[in-house]
């Protein structure tokens, strides 16, 4: 089975597993893959090919057209696997020669794509210092964060705020303790039983009824259902946190990569001059 008649019918397997989802929810995520396939492959020759079979279009018979629109097809298949622009199929062949002289993995050019000018073998130069610096700045209070949205994730207490007074407490429906962030209210650790005689100068006895009032049995469900509502907020903000720590860290990973890839020597290639076999000389990166 040839390679387009392969795509075809991942394509409609694709579509006949969305038909059992919502249809608005089909046609968004297939309009959505749609636009994206067209984004990451620079071209909708795909789609053109599809349509053109959709309305009763024959097969292309002329062997040197058909010859010509299979590589179109190969440059465009190659731009959507890798994300790198390909202009052609010239500079494609020449990539693969350059990368198998120098033993470059694939996967490691198309991690630096962000990075490469105009042929794939030309890099911007990196500036790693003031990435690195950035992203450790960044990655220190994100940390921080990260550290107590995870606490507040695995406690089994919830964190409660006196509206009136703005002090704050942890509580799990049974037991009343201070934050340790609340400077101005001494340490201090109740029960339902001894809550009534809890006297601290930065607590007034509105503060001490509305904490009294957490550990009462008949509030014991709200408290759990307030636990719960803080699980999902604290889980949402550390997926955040993670999701953003890991494109930092992509980043500088990538400008690593890019800084890599362009001390290895370029080939000396004209994309204006034809050439029958691609064999690219080598010549020196300069800055």
């Known amino acids: ?55 009763g279009g024959g097969e292309i018979q002329n062997p040197t057209l058909k010859e010509y629109w299979a590589d179109v097809r190969d440059v465009e298949g190659f731009r959507f696997r890798t994300g790198i622009n390909f202009p052609s199929m010239k500079v494609l062949l020449a990539t693969a020669q350059w990368t198998k002289e120098h033993n470059i993995n694939i996967k490691d050019l198309s991690f630096a794509r962000g990075w490469i000018r105009d ?27 990260a550290t107590g949205t995870a606490y507040m994730l695995g406690s089994e207490s919830v964190l409660l705020t006196i509206k009136e007074s703005k002090v704050t407490f942890w509580t799990d429906g049974f037991t009343a303790t201070n934050f340790f962030f609340e400077k101005n209210v001494p340490e201090f650790s109740v029960t339902q039983n001894n809550c009534s005689k809890l006297r601290l100068d930065a607590l ?56 890599k890839l362009r001390k290895i020597p370029i080939p000396n290639f004209e994309a204006s001059e034809p050439q029958d076999e691609l064999t690219p000389s080598i010549q020196p990166v300069t800055d």
């Open 1 to 55: 089975m040839s390679e387009p008649e392969t795509q075809v019918q991942l394509l409609d397997s694709v579509v006949g597993s969305l038909k059992e989802i919502n249809p608005w929810i089909t046609t968004a995520i297939l309009c959505a893959l749609i636009v994206w396939t067209i984004i990451r492959a620079r071209s909708a020759h795909f789609l053109y090919d599809r349509v053109w079979r959709m309305v």
């Open 119 to 145: 042929l794939p073998w030309i890099f911007g130069k990196p500036p790693i210092r003031m990435i690195r610096s950035l992203v450790i700045a960044l990655l220190i209070p994100f940390g921080v964060l």
């Open 204 to 259: 007034t006895q509105e503060d001490v009824s509305v904490i009294c009032e957490t550990l009462s049995p008949d509030n014991f469900k709200e408290i759990k259902k307030s636990l719960m509502e803080q699980r999902l907020i604290a889980g949402y903000f550390l997926a955040v946190l993670t999701f953003i720590s890991f494109v930092l860290l992509r980043s500088l990973a990538q400008a690593q990569m890019a800084s």
